[in-house]
């Protein structure tokens, strides 16, 4: 079934003059599905096919793409439970999870579909008016991970499709017919060469960072191929926002509840088997609830029920590849062999798949690799401390600075605390969560730039102050 999802250039479904390549099952870790690949002459006629399409689209009204983007959302919600399928076909989350990332891409492009682009008025009087309008920058490269992957592809294509601009996206090698079905769906809706779609295992990335005819990238994933892509784009001054690694601390302070945090702290940490960009991935308890909050959290991972996400009733699918799961094994035997307490966790079934049950680490603690390193897995180091402004700086040592949380009953406390995270979001008793009004992206190496809101939709546009002599 899911060989039959091509690749579309100006609105025509086409076949990969590149060969293909194996798409593997996490759950089993066997191949389930070829994908074509795209060459570099095919991405370059997705590219003319968007620079084409960009001289009507940009001069579209917003009414008009407001109601496509509506539209948009109708055809996902309909095709909600095959997306959903392949999403955890291809993915490995649990089918409920994969819902919930159907159901956030029908919320974030109907949200996306109302926004406004203002023209702000920069003086008006008598002898001058000065307008700031901003127009829509032209084509747009949308680069994708692998962990919420129609998620993020509408995190990109949405508000570049709502400022004006046209689109070519390429999704992960590990995870790219959620994202071939998805443009297909829009494709039955926009006109030829809006969006464009093309999946490759490693050249076109690179491709289209460095290409002549693309005027901004959108980027989600790794901080090293952010840093890549930064290169590249300097070719053309693209334009970037970039959504990098994060290695979020929390910060749970003395006298929290710790029946009323424990849960939070364990869903938003192993949200997607951890690998999320935003999960909680240190976490850092006073000395006199330490022993209390591990055993908490413990309890909570032993419960879990790992295995396929199809499965009815699991809550913990496996990671979704190779080098992710050797990563995650790999941080657990060091913190073990660095003296840390590597603690029982539920049982992962039998077979090949990419199972890591939740693993709580207690007396973690910095220079281990499983505290200093993003993880993007099923693995949190718990790390005691004695003093809040040692915790905050041990959370700030992190070269990343995407979000950060601090736990606690007293508010007011937990906000003074939070205004010193060096980070994009800081939660007070929470993590992860994102939504579609509130800007969301990180800082130091975590990238720059943001997504969502107001301000997500503004970094599709470009400025022009039109300056006019009455
Ligand atoms: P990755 O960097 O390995 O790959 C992401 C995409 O980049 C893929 O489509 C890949 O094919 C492409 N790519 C690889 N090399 C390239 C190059 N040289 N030039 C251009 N494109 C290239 O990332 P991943 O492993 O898919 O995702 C995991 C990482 O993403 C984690 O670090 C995670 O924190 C981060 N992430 C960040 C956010 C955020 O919003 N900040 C969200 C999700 C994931």
Redesign the pocket.
């Known amino acids: 079934m899911m060989n039959n999802y091509s690749m579309i250039i100006n609105g025509q479904s086409v076949a990969g003059e590149a060969g293909s390549f194996a798409v593997i099952d996490p759950a089993t870790a066997a191949p389930f599905a070829e994908c074509q690949a795209a060459s570099l002459a095919q991405l370059n006629q997705a590219v003319d096919a968007a620079d084409t399409a960009f001289n009507t689209w940009q001069h579209s009204s917003h009414d008009e793409r407001k109601a496509l983007l509506h539209k948009i959302a109708d055809s996902i919600e309909a095709h909600a439970a095959e997306l959903a399928e392949v999403i955890v076909r291809e993915q490995g989350k649990p089918l409920p999870l994969a819902q919930m990332e159907v159901g956030g891409a029908v919320a974030w492009t109907r949200y996306t579909a109302e926004l406004e682009i203002p023209v702000e008025i920069v003086e008006d009087s008598e002898n001058k008016r000065i307008e700031m309008h901003r127009k829509p920058i032209g084509v747009v490269g949308s680069?994708?991970?692998?962990?919420?992957p129609l998620m993020?592809a509408v995190w990109h294509i949405m508000p570049a499709l709502r400022a004006g601009n046209t689109v070519v996206v390429?999704?992960?090698?590990l995870t790219p017919f959620n994202t071939l079905r998805l443009v297909e769906l829009m494709n039955e809706i926009l006109p030829a060469g809006v969006v464009n779609v093309l999946a490759d295992e490693?050249e076109l990335?690179?491709a289209m960072?460095s290409h002549d005819k693309i005027r901004k990238i959108v980027f989600?994933?790794?901080?090293p191929?952010g840093q890549?892509?930064m290169r590249s784009a300097a070719a053309n001054l693209k334009r970037l926002t970039l959504?990098?690694?994060?290695n979020d601390g929390g910060i749970v302070l003395p006298g929290a509840d710790l029946d009323a945090i424990a849960e939070g702290i364990f869903q938003t940490s192993f949200l997607n088997m951890g690998q999320t960009?935003a999960a909680l991935k240190r976490l850092y308890v006073h000395e006199s609830q330490y022993d209390e909050l591990s055993n908490k959290l413990i309890a909570i991972a032993q419960q879990q029920k790992v295995g396929s996400g199809f499965e009815e009733g699991v809550s913990f699918g496996p990671l979704q590849n190779k080098m992710q799961y050797d990563l995650v094994n790999r941080l657990i035997a060091e913190a073990k062999a660095d003296g840390a307490t590597i603690n029982e966790t539920a049982d992962i079934p039998a077979g090949n798949g990419y199972f890591i049950a939740p693993t709580i680490v207690t007396n973690a603690c910095a220079g281990m690799a499983v505290v200093d390193q993003?993880q993007?897995g099923s693995v949190l180091p718990v790390i005691s401390y004695t003093d809040v402004e040692d915790a905050i700086a041990q959370v700030n040592a992190s070269e990343n600075g995407?979000g950060g949380s601090v736990w606690g009953a007293d508010i007011d406390e937990a906000q003074k605390v939070a205004s010193r995270l060096e980070c994009g979001t800081a939660w007070i008793n929470g993590h992860a969560e994102v939504l579609p009004h509130a800007p969301f992206g990180?800082c130091k190496m975590?990238?720059f730039g943001v997504e969502f809101g107001q301000e997500g939709l503004l970094e599709y546009t470009t400025i022009q102050v039109v300056n006019i002599n009455r």
Do not use: D, Q
Not at 170 to 173: D, F, T
Not at 220 to 223: A, D, E, K, P, Q
């Open positions: 680069i994708l991970p692998w962990n919420w993020i390429k999704p992960s090698p490693r990335g690179p960072s989600t994933g790794s901080t191929t890549h892509i959504e990098l690694g994060g960009c993003e993007f995407l990180g975590s990238g």
